[in-house]
């Protein structure tokens, strides 16, 4: 149980532009219910920096299905003596689209991996994130009922996982956090069974 | 360590694990217990339910089944069969229900089996049972039978549906169950180290300054005497008399909505069918109305009318539906019943209550009255909504004089010190006005190319009273709402002509969040949301749109650190 994304954490600096960010303090440490010491910060740390290639794998997979299948489609089209105008307008239609998901895939996942941010505290655990709409989400540690841990095959490749923490409410009824480092994730939840257990 | 007993107050249904997984195994800590000998037979439903189960069918398909019936007595084919495929399943599945769906209580556990070909096997235990709720119609009062819902604090419907049960299984049903729970509670009270530090500690009322020791002491009878658990006295609390309900109804726009169900049905039909009715023969009876003053005191009426209609059928709702109510306090439950026709009766734990929301409209007000809803953990979705669950969770005192509301929440939460006039209001953002008013103006130009498109040119002019109507009413509302934090949670108040009052408690409060649009932060503003146990039958989420931005994360930390019991 020895911890390898702490250090790969440490030199990426967090982005102080972000507006929700600025105004909180750090929390008093007394009397943790939490026993790994190291997964407490007195401030809100990034994820695994892992989910930026992993982000990409999977838009990649995305882009290549599209652009492929746009291409059967305008090939056909062709084939099949369409309209030239309506050509044109397809061929640009489905070049605007691959463009974006090029966007999508190389300029995106760093973005929004620098706006998602997790803070273990004595008080509980909180998530922020969001790129232009943002969130902030705020669970006592007695609140939460149980967590899972889920893997892609993609995030496998990298190590990464998803901890899904679920509580009794409505709306927020389960709180996910993507791009946890695996090893990071599973002590997590342990910690959160355990808490349940205490 | 599954069900504390009531007089700790660590049994909360938010936070205990014992609710949260329905798919939990059964606690270890259950005891074998002496089960009396009837209980380990299986039991069927009572006989008559073959009728009721074929009833519940039809009533599924009630639109299709009348298009049927209807069709087929004028003969065609086409309906003939169109009913009969809706009716012979009906039969087929009746006939099947009642004769698979079995239960019985073993082993701490209500077992419940039903299915033909997929067999399903719930299993319930004991503990968790929260409820047993009844339903009782005008046919189930004939037969002297129920419709029983069992319910836990898990999920979004109740464990177990046993439609119907007479009501001498009922009382065998409630008497083995709350005789289990009771002999749970001496075996947890013998074994006090199952007691979770942390979380009575977050759930604790005593943390709060406003806590006062309780004044029931009917609790200690439920230790005492386990077998006398489920015949403890109640102590009514509140009889609501004919004409506090016959008031509400005429101050309620339920009226309103039911002439709407009935518009919505006459034109189903008539358009359906394709009938001509001839209402010539009704213009004997009519005035002149080609003179205009005639035709003018002719509408007049005729509004006067359906107005008064409405109200009538208002009070009609009312009466019906809340005849005879009583709530009363038994131990730790509350229990209500009520009804004219079809009975209700429903048991509310006084722990589980997550969220109380007072709402009075305009007319109401002028009368003094007002009424308290409230939300509980378990069984509350407004999809499959029962008449228990509408009852207990969207109108559980449906009509109260204001003066008396106070003391019904120091009921309600004992200790609770209700005094929304001395809180520590927080308005929005000083600029939520001027955002809402821009929303307005822009809502009322856009009405003018729809009235363009429905009405043409002069359709535009719909802007013009729309566009203060709405300013108005954005800068009303703006100043309307408004949040507090105080010793026991959270206060929310909000609306102009219903004014909604809410009330949730640092222990219930599940999670908080801020949320920022790109809009909210070119304003500075924030929204802030407080989340709980089944919210939304009360009709009041705590949803905080417009806050200052500041405000807003300094609140949702205060909340969130109050949550979390410190």
């Known amino acids: 149980m020895h911890d390898p994304t702490n250090e790969s954490n440490q030199d990426l600096s967090l982005s102080t532009d972000d507006p929700l960010k600025s105004s909180v303090e750090a929390l008093p440490l007394n009397a943790s219910p939490i026993e790994s010491a190291d997964l407490i910060a007195a401030d809100f740390q990034p994820i695994d920096p892992r989910f930026i290639p992993a982000e990409r794998m999977a838009s990649l997979v995305l882009l290549i299905c599209t652009a492929s299948a746009s291409m059967v489609a305008l090939i056909a089209m062709w084939l099949t003596g369409a309209d030239q105008i309506l050509l044109v307008l397809a061929a640009i239609g489905l070049t605007l689209l691959v463009l974006l998901l090029l966007w999508n895939t190389f300029f995106w996942p760093p973005i929004e991996y620098r706006h998602i941010f997790w803070k273990l505290s004595d008080v509980g655990l909180e998530i922020r994130r969001g790129v232009f709409w943002k969130s902030e989400i705020a669970i006592p540690w007695a609140r939460a009922q149980h967590a899972d841990v889920s893997q892609g095959p993609i995030q496998r490749m990298f190590e990464i996982s998803s901890l899904t923490i679920h509580t009794a409410g409505t709306k927020n009824s389960s709180v996910a956090i993507e791009g946890l480092a695996h090893e990071q994730a599973i002590r997590l939840r342990d910690q959160i069974i355990r808490q349940r257990k205490a | ?566």
């Not at chain 2, 228990?388 to 200790?415: Q, Y």
Request: hydrophobic letters at 45%; glycine letters at 6%; charged letters at 15%.
């Open chain 2, 1 to 566: 360590m599954t069900s504390s007993p009531p007089s700790e107050h660590d049994d909360d249904p938010t936070i205990s694990d014992d609710h949260s997984n329905p798919f939990a195994t059964p606690s270890t800590t259950t005891s074998p217990l002496p089960a009396t000998a009837e209980s380990d037979q299986d039991k069927y439903l009572h006989p008559i339910s073959l009728v009721f189960s074929l009833i519940g069918q039809i009533k599924s398909n009630l639109i299709p089944a009348i298009f049927g019936v209807l069709g087929a007595a004028n003969g065609n084919v086409f309906y003939i069969s169109l009913a009969l495929i809706f009716l012979i399943p009906s039969i087929a599945i009746a006939v099947i229900r009642y004769f698979t769906v079995r239960y019985r209580i073993f082993n701490g556990e209500l077992v419940v089996n039903e299915g033909l070909f997929f067999r399903r096997t719930r299993t319930v235990p004991v503990e968790r049972i929260q409820n047993i709720d009844l339903v009782q119609g005008v046919l189930h009062r004939i037969f002297n039978v129920a419709e029983v819902r069992v319910e836990t604090a898990s999920g979004t419907k109740p464990e177990a549906v046993l439609s119907v049960l007479s009501l001498s299984q009922v009382q065998l049903l409630r008497r083995n169950v709350f005789q289990q729970k009771s002999n749970d509670l001496h075996n947890n009270a013998s074994n006090p180290a199952t007691i979770r530090p942390l979380e009575s500690a977050a759930s604790n009322p005593a943390s709060h300054p406003s806590y006062k020791p309780q004044r029931y002491p009917s609790v200690a009878s439920l230790e005492n005497d386990g077998a006398q658990a489920c015949s403890l006295e109640d102590s009514t609390i509140l009889k609501i008399p004919l004409s506090w309900l016959a008031k509400a109804g005429f101050a309620s726009n339920r009226g309103l909505i039911m002439v709407g169900v009935l518009l919505g049905l006459y034109f189903q039909f008539d358009r359906r069918q394709e009938h001509e009715y001839d209402f010539s023969f009704l213009s004997q009876w009519l005035p002149d109305l080609s003179n205009p003053f005639v035709m003018t005191a002719a509408v007049i009426a005729a509004c006067l009318l359906g107005l008064l209609l409405m109200r009538v059928l208002g009070v009609a709702w009312y009466i019906l539906r809340f005849f005879g109510y009583r709530l009363s306090l038994s131990g730790e439950d509350f229990k209500i019943s009520c009804g004219l026709f079809t009975k209700v009766s429903a048991t509310v734990p006084r722990k589980r209550i997550q969220f109380i929301s007072i709402h009075s409209n305009f007319v109401s007000r002028l009368l003094g009255l007002c009424s308290i809803r409230i939300e509980t953990a378990g069984g509350a979705s407004s999809e499959n909504e029962s008449a228990t669950t509408t009852v207990s969770k969207r109108w559980f005192i449906p009509v109260i004089p204001a003066a008396d509301v106070t003391e019904m929440i120091g009921t309600l939460r004992p200790g609770l010190q209700w005094t929304p006039d001395q809180y520590d209001w927080q308005p929005l953002s000083p600029k939520a006005g001027r955002r809402m008013v821009r929303i307005a103006i822009l809502v009322s130009l856009l009405l003018a190319p729809l009235g363009y498109y429905f009405f043409g040119i002069w359709g535009c002019s719909v802007t013009l009273p729309a566009l203060p109507i709405l300013v108005a009413y954005a800068v009303k509302k703006s100043r309307a709402v408004k949040f507090a934090r105080t010793a026991f949670g959270v206060v929310y108040r909000s609306g102009i002509l219903t004014h909604k009052i809410s009330l949730t408690f640092y222990e219930k409060i599940q999670a908080t969040s801020i949320t920022q649009t790109p809009f909210d932060r070119r304003w500075a503003m924030a929204t802030l949301s407080v989340d709980t146990v089944a919210a939304g039958p009360a009709d009041h989420e705590i949803e905080i749109k417009y806050l200052d931005a500041e405000l807003a994360r300094s609140a949702q930390r205060q909340i969130f650190q109050a949550s979390a019991g410190r």
